[in-house]
């Protein structure tokens, strides 16, 4: 179980996260001077760069490398030689260490024996800490992906910030529609990930005494979490993300109509009167910009400077 986890994880899924960053990483820098609106509680927010965004799904993906990574060193530490209880009855001394290097050499990636032969055949926490990262890694896939179809919803009544590319009609009866099949279809693997985890968790707990026998579970589940992660992780990667286009002209539209852009008026005219601006230009249907304007509060030279959502996505006072 650890030598295929091992094996599966290093040839497969981290291959695949890594195409999945290097898309994201690409991305951001053509996305770089694409300003938009950001949203917290599901609420206009300040503004920021389609680029910020889609480098903080890089950073995501990185964390969860990072986390596969470390937890891939415990799993490098086999039981072999502990035989029936962990004694290494009927064994050869150095049969456990011999094993391991014979192991190392055939399957081309270093283990080890275990350190403890009592721990490693009743306790499986190396594969239950690994399955614990690929739920972490599934979590943030999860949200990535919701985002972008979020991001991609439309294309006339939704956000549509980001243009997705069209992989297969969306509808038999809505001549046109395109659905985010890719995103839909990686949040579900994400699902059954977290599912195998919980299984994993329980199977986990069930060593008795000295030998676990609930490892076939285990073994199919980490497997399949794997192997169905690797291959989503990629199609979405290549197929999705990659073909990714943004609307400037509706990210710069719904800039202007946002209200949070009197967050930098608050410094400088104060918190309240900011507040009666944004609720002037809500009743009104204005934007803040023409607010401001109107009734002089500030001059069109001021105004367009301190409006100006490239001043707004950096540190400043």
Same mark, same amino acid.
């Given at each position: 179980?650890?030598?295929?986890?091992?094996?599966?994880?290093?040839?497969?899924?981290?291959?695949?996260?890594?195409?999945?960053?290097?898309?994201?990483?690409?991305?951001?820098?053509?996305?770089?001077?694409?300003?938009?609106?950001?949203?917290?509680?599901?609420?206009?927010?300040?503004?920021?760069?389609?680029?910020?965004?889609?480098?903080?799904?890089?950073?995501?993906?990185?964390?969860?490398?990072?986390?596969?990574?470390?937890?891939?060193?415990?799993?490098?530490?086999?039981?072999?030689?502990?035989?029936?209880? #962990?004694?290494?009855?009927?064994?050869?001394?150095?049969?456990?260490?011999?094993?391991?290097?014979?192991?190392?050499?055939?399957? #081309?990636?270093?283990?080890?024996?275990?350190?403890?032969?009592?721990?490693?055949?009743?306790?499986?926490?190396?594969?239950?800490?690994?399955?614990?990262?690929?739920?972490?890694?599934?979590?943030?896939?999860?949200?990535?992906?919701?985002?972008?179809?979020?991001?991609?919803?439309?294309?006339?009544?939704?956000?549509?910030?980001?243009?997705?590319?069209?992989?297969?009609?969306?509808?038999?009866?809505?001549? #046109?529609?395109?659905?985010?099949?890719?995103?839909?279809?990686?949040?579900?693997?994400?699902?059954?990930?977290?599912?195998?985890?919980?299984?994993?968790?329980?199977?986990?707990?069930?060593?008795?005494?000295?030998?676990?026998?609930?490892?076939?579970?285990?073994?199919?589940?980490?497997?399949?979490?794997?192997?169905?992660?690797?291959?989503?992780?990629?199609?979405?990667?290549?197929?999705?993300?990659?073909?990714?286009?943004?609307?400037?002209?509706?990210?710069?539209?719904?800039?202007?109509?946002?209200?949070?852009?009197?967050?930098?008026?608050?410094?400088?005219? #104060?918190?309240?009167?900011?507040?009666?601006?944004?609720?002037?230009?809500?009743?009104?249907?204005?934007?803040?910009?023409?607010?401001?304007?109107?009734?002089?509060?500030?001059?069109?030279?001021?105004?367009?400077?301190?409006?100006?959502?490239?001043?707004?996505?950096?540190?400043?006072?």
């Amino acid at each position: 179980m650890h030598i295929s986890t091992y094996k599966l994880t290093k040839n497969k899924l981290i291959p695949s996260l890594k195409i999945l960053k290097k898309e994201f990483d690409i991305k951001e820098k053509k996305f770089k001077d694409i300003y938009k609106i950001g949203r917290t509680h599901l609420q206009d927010a300040t503004p920021m760069t389609l680029g910020q965004e889609f480098g903080g799904f890089s950073q995501m993906i990185d964390n969860s490398l990072e986390y596969i990574n470390l937890s891939l060193s415990s799993i490098k530490f086999l039981s072999q030689g502990g035989t029936a209880v #962990g004694t290494g009855i009927n064994s050869h001394p150095k049969f456990a260490k011999k094993i391991s290097q014979q192991i190392s050499n055939k399957v #081309g990636y270093k283990f080890y024996e275990a350190k403890n032969h009592f721990e490693s055949q009743s306790s499986k926490d190396a594969i239950v800490n690994l399955s614990g990262s690929l739920k972490t890694c599934s979590t943030s896939l999860m949200k990535i992906a919701n985002d972008i179809r979020w991001l991609g919803s439309g294309p006339r009544c939704g956000f549509g910030e980001i243009i997705l590319p069209s992989i297969q009609p969306g509808s038999s009866i809505m001549p #046109g529609k395109v659905n985010p099949v890719l995103a839909e279809a990686l949040t579900q693997v994400c699902a059954q990930v977290i599912g195998n985890d919980l299984t994993i968790t329980i199977a986990g707990q069930s060593g008795n005494f000295q030998l676990n026998v609930m490892m076939p579970v285990m073994a199919h589940n980490i497997m399949e979490s794997i192997e169905i992660l690797s291959t989503s992780t990629k199609a979405f990667a290549v197929d999705c993300i990659k073909g990714i286009k943004a609307d400037k002209q509706k990210c710069e539209n719904y800039i202007d109509d946002s209200l949070a852009m009197c967050t930098s008026l608050a410094p400088i005219i #104060g918190y309240n009167n900011a507040a009666e601006i944004a609720k002037k230009a809500y009743a009104t249907g204005k934007t803040v910009r023409q607010i401001v304007n109107e009734n002089k509060i500030l001059s069109k030279e001021k105004s367009d400077k301190i409006l100006n959502p490239k001043t707004m996505v950096k540190p400043s006072l």
